[in-house]
Nanobody, 127 residues
C-alpha cells in the first residue's frame, strides 16, 4: 500500500532554515514524480517544488526559487525539501504527493496531477 509520510515541520524565525522529508513506502521512487505543495488557512493548495522520477528534472514556484531545494535519495526512498531564508509567508501545512511517471522525467506543480498524498507537516515562520 502506497504511503507518504512528511516530517520536519517546525516553528522557525524569519531567515531560518528547515529540511522537510517525505518518506515513501509501498512504492519505489524510481517510478514516481514527487511534488511538494503547501496550503495556508483560507488559501488554495499550491505547488512549491517537484522532482522527476529520474531526479534529473526539477521545478520550483517563483516564490521559492533560489531559497528552496528539492532532492531525493532513492536508497532511502525519501524526498527532501531544503528551505532556506524562510519568510512569514512560507507559513503553511506542507504536503508531499506522488504521481506514477515511469521514467518520463515529468514534473508538475499542478495539484490535480497528483493522486497520492501525505498527511502534511506544519511549518510556521514567525518571530
Amino acid at each position: 500500500q502506497l504511503q507518504l509520510v512528511e516530517s520536519g515541520g517546525d516553528l522557525v524565525q524569519p531567515g531560518g532554515s528547515l529540511r522537510l522529508s517525505c518518506a515513501a513506502s509501498g512504492i519505489t521512487l524510481d517510478y514516481y514524480t514527487i511534488g511538494w505543495f503547501r496550503q495556508s488557512p483560507g488559501k488554495e493548495r499550491e505547488g512549491v517544488s517537484c522532482i522527476s522520477d529520474t531526479g534529473d528534472n526539477t521545478a520550483y514556484a517563483d516564490s521559492v526559487k533560489g531559497r528552496f531545494t528539492i532532492s531525493k535519495d532513492n536508497a532511502k526512498n525519501t524526498v527532501y525539501l531544503q528551505m532556506n531564508s524562510l519568510k512569514p509567508e512560507d507559513t503553511a501545512v506542507y504536503y508531499c504527493a506522488a504521481e506514477l511517471s515511469l521514467y518520463t522525467n515529468y514534473v508538475s506543480l499542478v495539484v490535480a496531477d497528483f493522486p497520492f498524498w501525505g498527511q502534511g507537516t506544519q511549518v510556521t515562520v514567525s518571530a
